[in-house]
């Protein structure tokens, strides 16, 4: 079976060439962004306009500039929606994006290629042409935007707004982790630090599905959350200037401990969720038994 190779070199340390490295779990269901490849394409493709708008005359300078502003806030919002869509995608509870970025995007670059057009040719059915192929064209490259919410039938949406509230500010405390531990220069700890941020965003989930969870939850998400937020600061500060052995094992049996816990939390809201169903079955079965129909 084919082994990971694990050198002295190796972002996860091992001593034993070849040894088969533990499974870390930090990238399971981890999918390859879309906001990239294609989207570079589309902030480069407008580039060209800067040579034809200057030695033409005020007009085309000032439609070829018009231009190459429409194309490249339309790649900007295409990219901010891919992002949004791939974040709706992730979650089994998701309301729709607020600001259909990837719909305004066809639609500007649509508008900056009939300006291009104009100022090329000066008549208007080039451009009207250019406005409807690059719209349609960029519409079938990269799609629209979700325009439903996504699993919410039944859902209180006050509810639902707190968890999204919740989920928010939780993610903002990972992304704080995230960015110190750049600081510490340890690939090791870092590997280490996703393997939680996975178990941390499988609770979010949990969650997310069942908003009554919100207040089991909220302690782990909001307290133990900020308390982990500055530990990783103070490691990353004081590994980064010391390589301190000591402070590192303290900080690797914090992750430990968190982890640990935030999975068991996670598995007990799963239990009680499963012990929610399980009532209402009876529930129903006991109903039905006193109209005299038979549940077998």
Known sequence: MAQKFGGKYS????STPGAKLPDTGS????????????????????????????GNGPTALALNLSALALMLLAAWLTREGLIAQEAYEARKVARRPAFPRKITGSILTGLGLGLAGYAATGG??????????????????????????????????????????????????????????????DRQM????????????????????????????????????MGARDATIKFADIYGRSRDAQARADYAALLDDLEQNFAARTQKLLLDDRSDLTIEIDVLRDRLKREGIRTE
Do not use: C, W
């Open 11 to 14: 972002p996860e340390g091992e």
């Open 190 to 225: 870092a590997v280490r630090l996703e393997k939680f941020q996975t178990t941390a965003r499988t609770l979010f989930r949990t969650v997310e599905e069942d908003p009554r969870d919100l207040t089991a939850a909220r302690k782990y998400m909001s307290v133990y959350l």
């Open 124 to 185: 208007l059915l080039a451009p009207v042409i250019y406005l409807v192929i690059g719209t349609t064209l960029h519409q079938l490259a990269f799609g629209p935007d979700p325009l439903t919410n996504k699993g919410m039938d039944g859902i209180d949406s006050f509810q639902t707004d707190r968890v999204a509230r919740a989920v928010t500010e939780a993610e903002k405390h990972l992304t704080a982790m995230t960015e110190a531990m750049k600081r510490a220069g």
């Open 27 to 54: 990238f399971r269901d981890a999918r390859r962004t879309r906001a990239g490849g294609r989207i570079n394409l589309l902030f480069l493709a407008p580039l060209p306009l800067i040579f034809s708008a200057f």
